[in-house]
Structure formats: C-alpha cells, structure tokens
C-alpha cells in the first residue's frame, strides 16, 4: 500500500493551461514534499511543506508554481500556466516522523502540448 | 553544491550473482542516505535509510553501507533475481528535519534468467 495516492495518473494538457496534483496521505503527517523527474534525467526537489508552510524550495519552483493543503488532508501542486517543459512526473512524498526517512507516491505524470 | 554520483550507469547479470552499486557524494556533511528502488514509469520504493551515524543497514538480499568520510555508499544485492531488475537511486539529505534529497542519476540493473 503506497504511503501517499497521488491524482491523477496522468494528465495531458495544452501549453499555458492551469494544473494541479494531487497528493492524499495515508495518515497524518506534518512534512511533504514535491520532486519531478524529467524523462531520462535526475530527481529533481521543487518544494517542500512542514506545517501549512513552505519550508524551502528549489530555483525550479519559481511563480507559476504553488502549494497548499487547503482541507487539512490534500497537499496540492498547482503550475498557473504550463510550459512544454513542465513535461515530467510529479512525486509527492511524506517525511517520516523519527527517522527523516521519505515515502514517495506513485507519481502523476503531466505531458504539456 | 550537494554532487551524487552513481556507478555504473547500467548493469546487466545473470541470475543468481552478487553485485554491488555504487553511491559518491561531494558533501560528507550529510544527515542521511536512502536507497530507492524505481520501476519503468512508477513511483520511488524505499529500500534502506542509513543515517549518518551508522555504518551499514540489511534488509533481507539487499545490505547498505555508508563511508561518510570518504563520500561513498555501496548497496549489495545477494543472490540475484529477475525480479530485482529496476533502476536504483541513491539520494543524500543535508541536514535534520525537512531538507531535501539530493539524488544520483541511478543505476539500471537487468537481472536475466
């Protein structure tokens, strides 16, 4: 069973149209984050998110970029207006509690036209 | 600036070999070092968290060590099966609480019968 569901799957849409991810833990934890993996290259960190706050982020997650948990249990990755290389799949991920260790969920993939 | 690096890049084995992955980073100043384990097109499975005190972590085939003088890790996979055929990440943290993973480029193991 994964740590965190992630929505949707995968999402296609056209160039400067507005997305958003969505990441449901499985239980309540105070630490998330977002990475992105372009196909073919590195896992990259955009942001992470310790109690309703960003904590720290990336040079990646500029202003199109931005989180929130609005209901206390969806952690949310909206990008205003994508790009085409904005193309890549999007994990979100809690941190453990004790150990630091992080728990990644399936991914959602987005391929911008 | 946090490098890793992972080698080799591909590995191809029999059934049944013992082999081990490497993990550098230029950084010695680390909190903790996780293995993850990425299927074609899936999410990342953790595999072994060491934290930067430990030396070394087993779970089942599957032995970590961390040399954090030296920047290195090695993941030793026992025995061998078709079934452990994935790409491997490593990833380091900086620091305690919620700060980033920095990760590898990965190792992609074939593993035939």
């Known amino acids: 069973e994964p740590e965190v569901t992630q929505t949707p799957s995968h999402q296609v849409t056209q160039m400067g149209q507005e997305v958003i991810l969505r990441c449901v833990p499985i239980?309540?934890?105070?630490?998330f984050y977002w990475y992105r993996q372009i196909l073919g290259q590195k896992v990259e960190f955009l942001v992470s998110f310790y109690n309703n706050e960003i904590s720290e982020k990336s040079e990646i997650f500029d202003d199109q970029f931005s989180v929130e948990r609005p209901d206390g249990s969806n952690f949310t990755l909206k990008i205003r207006s994508t790009k085409l290389e904005d193309s890549a799949m999007y994990f979100c991920?809690?941190?453990?509690?004790?150990?630091?260790?992080?728990?990644f969920g399936e991914g959602s993939r987005l391929t911008v036209l | 600036k946090q490098e890793v690096t992972q080698i080799p890049a591909a590995l191809s084995v029999p059934e049944g070999e013992n082999l081990v992955l490497n993990c550098s980073f230029t950084d010695s100043a680390i909190y903790n070092l996780q293995w993850f384990r990425q299927d074609p097109g899936k999410g990342l499975t953790s595999l072994l968290l060491?934290?930067?005190?430990?030396r070394e972590q087993t779970s089942g085939r599957l032995n970590a060590s961390l040399d954090k003088s030296s920047g290195r890790s090695t993941l030793y996979i026992a025995a061998s099966q078709p079934g452990d055929s994935a790409t491997y990440l490593c990833a380091v943290r900086r620091d305690t609480g919620f700060q980033k993973l920095v990760f590898g480029t990965g190792t992609r193991l074939l593993v035939s019968p």
């Open positions: 060491i934290q930067s005190s430990q």
């Open positions: 239980s309540n934890h105070l630490y």
């Open positions: 991920a809690r941190g453990g509690l004790t150990t630091g260790e992080l728990f």
